[in-house]
């Protein structure tokens, strides 16, 4: 039970380059996110996906888009890199529930745009 | 506007000690409280949580106060490990909210021996 795991751990891109930064689950859960955490600013969220098919924007969306390839996969796209995107990425999953259960986090993508 | 505040930035404790650590909210529709806990290179741990209809929930060592008239709540961890040296982050949800969490930016506690 590999928890929720996610690829790269870390990444270099060029302004303007876009890359794919994939997580997948295997609790079976049906919630899954994705935030960017930046010095000062703790964790802020970029999209979620409530359940399989569906996605939202979260606070931060602007620059990226997702897919929820199933139930387990989530996945994060940069079209256009930014240097603003510099960041450390973390998905995390969640069972539907009430609203009160905690979010399984992963290891974290370290990005960094030149 | 952040949502979620921990004010204090960093926080240093003798080994045995107590630490608290603090966490202030606006927005009173929150009504499910949780603290993580962060290592470098790792995500981050959930640690403990609190509903609203609570103003007390106590684990181990770890316990968190919920005030809500003051939109205020607290970790305390007794007695402080130098293992507990970490990042800790408050987060807020709301019923409703999808389970979307909103975090505070963080208070780094060095507990030494």
């Known amino acids: 039970n590999a928890g929720v795991t996610q690829t790269p751990k870390f990444q270099v891109l060029k302004t303007g380059q876009s890359m794919t930064l994939q997580c997948a689950q295997d609790?079976?859960?049906?919630?899954m996110y994705w935030y960017r955490q930046d010095p000062g600013m703790g964790l802020r969220l970029i999209y979620y996906?409530?359940?399989?098919?569906?996605?939202d924007k979260g606070e931060v969306p602007n620059g990226y888009n997702v897919s929820r390839l199933n139930k387990r996969e989530f996945s994060l796209r940069l079209e256009s890199a930014a240097p603003s995107q510099t960041s450390v990425y973390f998905c995390?999953?969640?069972?539907?529930?009430?609203?009160?259960?905690?979010?399984?986090f992963g290891p974290g993508t370290r990005l960094t745009v030149l | 506007d952040q949502q979620v505040k921990q004010n204090s930035p960093s926080l240093s404790v003798q080994e045995g000690r107590i630490s608290i650590l603090n966490c202030d909210y606006t927005n009173s529709m929150f009504d499910y409280f949780l603290w993580y806990k962060k290592y470098p290179a790792e995500g981050p741990t959930f640690l403990i949580s609190i509903s609203s209809i609570k103003d007390k929930n106590e684990d181990g060592r770890f316990t968190v106060f919920l005030n809500k008239s003051a939109k205020h709540l607290s970790l305390h961890i007794v007695p402080s490990q130098p293992g507990d040296s970490a990042v800790y982050f408050c987060a807020a949800s709301a019923m409703g909210y999808g389970n979307k969490l909103v975090f505070g930016a963080g208070t780094i506690l060095r507990v030494k021996s």
């Open positions: 609790m079976n859960h049906n919630s």
């Open positions: 996906s409530a359940s399989e098919g569906t996605t």
């Open positions: 995390a999953s969640i069972e539907m529930g009430l609203g009160g259960s905690e979010q399984f």
